[in-house]
């Protein structure tokens, strides 16, 4: 069951690109790593995906969780 997916997702902190992500999905039981240098915009990452920040482009539609374990 897919639990995000974020689509043409961008941050960039004036003219620095943090990060761009074409597509990304992440479904019931799979791992994954984020990895990267210091300042490499992990933590922004994971505040756009968490909905606590705004990406400048792109789209992260919210998949309640009562909707992704009750499946």
């Given at each position: 069951m897919?639990?995000?997916?974020?689509?043409?997702?961008e941050k960039s902190y004036?003219?620095?690109?943090?990060f761009r992500?074409?597509?990304l999905e992440?479904?019931?039981?799979d791992r994954i790593g984020i990895v990267g240098r210091?300042?490499?915009g992990r933590?922004?990452?994971?505040?756009?995906l968490a909905?606590?920040?705004q990406p400048d482009h792109g789209e992260v539609p919210v998949i309640s969780i009562c909707q992704?374990?009750?499946n």
């Open positions: 897919l639990l995000l997916k974020a689509r043409g997702i004036g003219d620095r690109q943090i992500a074409e597509e992440i479904a019931n039981d210091n300042g490499s933590t922004t990452l994971m505040s756009v909905g606590d920040q992704a374990f009750n």
